[in-house]
């Protein structure tokens, strides 16, 4: 039996229009879970608010910068992530476990991740006024870049790296609330 002489230029075509529409499949299918599932997943600022003011008022926490590093970290999305960090309020996994012992995929749950980063910041504030360096701008700078850095550059706001997010901008220069939150909104203050 004569075996065709295109046959297996032939296969090898059809395997690589094979391969080429499962990656295409494969491709979409990410996105449209991404889609879906953030669609899912998006929580009211509303909500959010009231996280973050019960939290921070008990950790003796002004709630308004708590609320603003929120926005200044992920816009409010639960789902975002970065190379090293998670969740609402883009915690990695090193500040994470300084203060707790619970499972950093748990950074995914956004009133978990939330509560985690309020426990952070308490860790920074007190890292800070142990060394009678406490301030608000400080507070963003030590949980952004980490205590131990702040402290390399003599906690020094003007030593430091310069943010490019707009919020972490106006934290730095000492405008400690620069998003209201939504309650705030709605009553006109």
């Known amino acids: 039996m004569q075996m065709d002489q295109y046959y297996h230029r032939d296969e090898r075509l059809v395997i690589r229009i094979a391969v ?11 996105i449209l879970s991404q889609k879906y599932s953030l669609a899912r ?17 008990q950790a003796d926490l002004d709630p308004e910068f708590v609320y603003a590093l929120a926005w200044a970290e992920s816009g409010l999305n639960p789902q975002a992530r970065s190379s090293v960090a998670r969740g609402m309020m ?4 090193s500040a994470w476990h300084e203060v707790t012992d619970e499972s950093y ?6 009133q978990t991740n939330v509560r985690i980063a309020i426990d952070y910041l308490v860790y920074c504030r007190d890292y800070l006024k142990a060394r009678y360096s406490f301030s608000y701008p400080l507070l ?7 205590p131990y850095y702040v402290q390399n550059k003599n ?5 430091l790296r310069p943010p ?18 939504p309650a705030m909104i709605a009553n006109g203050n």
């Open 20 to 30: 080429i529409l499962a990656v295409a499949l494969g491709v979409l299918a990410v």
């Open 41 to 57: 997943q998006q929580v009211s600022p509303e909500a959010v608010w009231a996280v973050v003011y019960e939290l921070s008022t």
């Open 90 to 93: 883009q915690i990695t996994r």
């Open 105 to 110: 995929r748990l950074a995914w749950e956004w």
């Open 140 to 146: 963003a700078a030590s949980y952004r870049y980490g």
């Open 155 to 159: 906690f020094d706001i003007q030593e």
């Open 164 to 181: 490019k997010n707009n919020i972490y901008q106006r934290i730095f220069a000492g405008n400690v609330r620069p998003v209201s939150p």
